[in-house]
């Protein structure tokens, strides 16, 4: 698949402090990019700066194999987007806003705005005045107006902060369809790593400005092997009893009070017993799956995992 977005070398400055740093991307077409990180991560500042809200200090920015500059802006016609919270004229219904919107875009088609409340599930309302909208209508609404233009590349934000289950179940549904069914490359920021593993073919994760992981969703999955999580008293002590006990070397320290076992040859039984009879109080002990969470939170945290 060709990339339609590519971020080479990307950094920003503000006030003399980097708060984006030689950062490197590649979005292929069709696919579905979670760009997941702690909030102030600098997640919002790279999406601006692919729309051209913000300007880059240095690097490279193409999309559609077209370099942004400056003063590009036709490309802008095929990308929707969600920066932030979506702002309506709250005395206006749903129908109307979107009309504005087209109106301003220069985009014509009449059943456009009718076509873009079906799809995300606000026909029923498209006479209602936004003032009357929950959050999750204002986010569907959000993301109807995104769409409405049919755009190649949609572009959201933190697009479920604040929505109930619900509506992130809603929001989670209604993106995959813009995918399968319309063809849609969607670019979503978030720091909720179970929603992002819901639905992304790729995932980006960034800390403190910089990409530190481009890597399938696939990729993850094949990794994604079962370990052992106890939670002790005296980790000092735990890690002597793995090591010189036991001979285990695969383990990561999460927290001072909290490990996970890799190796597969050991029982739970087997361990349990052995830090029991060293004195080791063992608070909890369970059966986990690696998933993106722990995949995520030990990039994060610099991965202090022992092989």
Known sequence: MEAVIQINQL??????????SNVNMNIKKGEIYGFLGPNGAGKTTI????????????GEIIVFNQPVLTTSYRYLKK???IIEYPVFYERLTAKENLEL????VGYHDKKAVNEALEIVGLHNVGNKKIHEFSLGMKQRLGIARAIVAKPEILILDEPING??????KDIRELLLLLKEKYGMTILISSHIVSEIESIADTIGIIN?????????????????????????????????????????KKYEIVDH??????????????INKEL??????????EKKQYNLEAYFLKLINGGNQHA
């Open 163 to 168: 929505l109930d289950p619900i509506g992130i």
């Open 79 to 81: 990308i929707g987007s």
């Open 11 to 20: 950094s920003k400055t503000f006030k003399g402090t980097e708060t984006v």
């Open 257 to 270: 009070d909290l490990i996970r076992i890799f190796e597969q040859d050991i029982s739970q039984s087997q």
């Open 101 to 104: 919107h087209c109106q301003y």
């Open 208 to 248: 403190h400005g910089k990409v530190l992981k481009e890597v399938k969703m696939e990729e993850i999955r094949k990794e994604n092997v079962g370990y052992l999580e106890i939670k002790i008293d005296n980790l000092k002590k735990t890690i002597r009893v793995l090591e010189d006990k036991l001979e285990i």
């Open 47 to 58: 999406m601006k700066m692919i729309l051209n809200l913000v300007k880059p200090s240095s």
């Open 276 to 285: 029991i009879i060293n004195d080791v109080i063992v608070k909890e002990i």
